[in-house]
């Protein structure tokens, strides 16, 4: 049995539950983030440096792929739900080790899909089918 605290090169799944939505498990996750927005400003006289302040704090899309299989359809009937009128929800967003157990989660407010790409299916070439899903949010909810 792999230890996956003591393994950090064990490379975890992604379990994806909005709050009314199980978007299933995915194999990649990228952009989770924050960034602080700085602005700069320079003071007369003063030559040796650039005041930084900062404005707000910016947080990049995120980015979820997995190959196409059952999980698949949990997402398009996501998008089903929201004809009409798209609402923000919240997320989390689980790292599960290889035992399935819940390594650590992010909880983030105001989600809204960007953009799903479907698998490109094509017979001349034996590639694994992937769809990703970007979601856009407004930060990490606390606790």
């Not at 005041?51 to 398009?76: C, E, F, G, M, W």
């Not at 407010?109 to 769809?131: C, F, H, Y």
């Amino acid at each position: 049995m792999v230890d996956v605290l003591a393994d950090p090169a064990v490379s975890p799944r992604f379990k994806v539950m909005l709050s009314h939505f199980d978007l299933g498990t995915f194999i990649s996750c990228e952009g989770l983030g924050a960034e602080v927005v700085l602005e700069q400003r320079e003071e007369g006289g003063n030559n040796t440096f650039v005041h930084q302040l900062p404005v707000r704090l910016k947080y990049p899309n995120i980015k979820l792929t997995r190959p196409v299989n059952a999980d698949s359809a949990l997402v398009a009937r996501w998008f089903a739900s929201m004809e009409g009128e798209i609402t923000r929800t919240e997320a989390e967003i689980s790292a599960l080790g290889v035992d399935d157990q819940e390594i650590t989660a992010w909880r983030l407010q105001g989600v809204i899909p960007v953009r799903w790409q479907g698998p490109s299916l094509n017979v001349d070439t034996a590639k694994v089918a992937t769809e990703t899903l970007e979601l856009a949010h407004h930060g990490f909810l606390r606790g």
